[in-house]
């Protein structure tokens, strides 16, 4: 039985492998970093329908990223998201969202007039 030998234009150097790893990496950081995001505006549309106030320009921008110890011991990424809000449709507000992983830590809220039954959102 033969060995099989790569040629010299295949063969992988450590560098190469380093490099390939790091852009994996990068791109499943990007990849779970945009699903965690979506996870944090289904939170946002379900606690916005509650409280009868509105996103804003449909997005949240990430303004932290740092690790910690999640309930159950592993180490996990918590993300820290902003937005703005209205709740009369006149004045804009701001706001965080923030997760541990997938899970909702917080959500806070600038202070904000409530709307009444006749200034509701539609």
Do not use: K
């Amino acid at each position: 039985m033969g060995c099989f030998i790569l040629p010299l234009d295949i063969m992988l150097t450590l560098s190469s492998i380093v490099w390939t790893t790091l852009a994996i990496a990068l791109i499943s950081f990007w990849w779970q970093g945009d699903i965690i995001r979506r996870c944090a505006l289904q939170y946002l549309y379900q606690y916005f329908r509650e409280q009868d106030l509105q996103l804003l320009d449909q997005t949240i921008v990430l303004t932290g990223v740092w690790p910690c110890r999640s309930d159950f011991g592993p180490l996990q990424l918590r993300r820290r998201y902003g937005f703005e809000f209205t709740s009369t449709g006149e004045q804009r507000y701001q706001g965080l969202i923030e997760l541990s992983g997938r899970r909702l830590q917080r959500i806070e809220l600038e202070a904000h007039i409530l709307p009444d039954s006749e200034n509701r959102l539609q």
